[in-house]
């Protein structure tokens, strides 16, 4: 693993029917939905460390702590940014800012884990099991 402080990411994405409040079940307006904008976060920040990982390692969300300051109405395009601030082992600590073409939307911050993908499919395959 070679994830250091300071590697950014970004995402995006145009606002649309499928990815409005509406369509996911978070609210009934035609509006750029919470979820899919903390997934579009999680993207941006999932990216930046990707080429620091070796093979056989992902990593995994764990926490997400972000505002929704302003709506974004469809067709608009909207974009996450993310930096790393902490390395603690495998614990991986970013800032997350999200825009639309109007200015900032969002701002927080997002924990992920490294972990080794056949061990973390291993153990949530358990919960199948019996």
């Not at 070679?2 to 606002?15: C, F, L, Q, W, Y």
């Not at 990593?59 to 930096?83: C, N, R």
């Amino acid at each position: 693993m070679s994830v250091t402080v300071g590697m950014k990411g970004r995402a995006e994405t145009i606002v649309n029917e499928s990815n409005s409040a509406q369509a996911v079940g978070s609210g009934t307006l035609p509006v750029f939905a919470t979820p899919c904008m903390c997934a579009l976060m999680e993207q941006a920040a999932w990216t930046s460390i990707a080429p620091g990982l070796a093979e056989g390692e992902s990593s995994v969300g764990t926490k997400l702590s972000v505002s929704h300051d302003s709506a974004t109405p469809i067709g608009l395009k909207v974009w996450a940014e993310s930096e790393v601030t902490l390395v603690d082992g495998r614990r991986i600590e970013f800032h997350v800012t999200a825009y639309d073409e109007k200015g900032q939307i969002s701002a927080g911050t997002h924990e992920r884990f490294i972990v080794s993908d056949e061990r973390f499919l291993k153990k949530a395959a358990r919960k199948s099991e019996g």
